[in-house]
Structures are given as structure tokens and as C-alpha cells.
């Protein structure tokens, strides 16, 4: 799926793909975010080859002009674990919807892991 919108210079379409790329960006800049990690088995596999490397970790749905966001993730230890998903959850959805112009309707976070 992608994301599209119409203004008055034309029609714009933003890919699921270039918005995973975005956020994983976004992730990394927030505080105690170590790194992202495959959700389930079908992701490790991906990752190991090399074909969704960058985005690892985050899935994006669109829906019309809503858009869905999971997001797999391990924390630094010793940091507030719901503090940093709080930042990150508040961080992502103010830039996304700045980038796309559309309303992120859902973050789901997912710490599966502490790392020192």
C-alpha cells in the first residue's frame, strides 16, 4: 500500500517502504533506543538476507489517510523503559505526520529486548 494525497499542484503517493525508512531514522535519533528487532521468525529471515535490512523492526499500514505504525525495538539498560517508548511514540508521530501529511492513527511499540 502507499499513502496518497492530492493538493493543488497534483497528486501525491508516498510508499509503506519509504515511510519505514523514515521512521527507522527517526527511531535511532531517540534516547535509549539501541537498536530494532524482528518481530517474528518471517523478519529474522528477511533481515538475514540482507533485503530489509534498514527497515528491520517497523511495519507501516496505510488505510486511506490514516496510517499504522508497529514498531520492534531493544532499549538501552538502565533507561525508563516506558519513558523512551512514551518519546519514541511522541517523536514518531509528530515527524511522520509532518512528512506525510497524514494522520498516524496507531503506534504500537514492541521492547523486546534490554541492551547494555
Known sequence: MSVKT????????I???????????VAMDCY?????SA????????SFFACGKETKGVK?????????????????YGVSIKAVVEALK???KYK????TGMIV???????????S
Open 6 to 13: 492530492n493538493n493543488i499542484y497534483g497528486k501525491i503517493v
Open 15 to 25: 510508499s509503506d517502504k519509504t515511510i519505514e525508512r523514515f521512521i527507522a531514522n
Open 32 to 36: 535509549g533506543i539501541v537498536e530494532f
Open 39 to 46: 518481530k517474528n521468525i518471517i523478519d529474522s529471515v528477511i
Open 60 to 76: 507501516v499500514h496505510s488505510f486511506g489517510d490514516r496510517i499504522f505504525i508497529d514498531v520492534a525495538v531493544i532499549v538501552k
Open 90 to 92: 511522541e517523536s514518531v
Open 96 to 99: 511522520v505526520e509532518r512528512f
Open 105 to 115: 492513527d496507531t503506534i504500537n511499540v514492541k521492547v523486546t529486548g534490554v541492551k
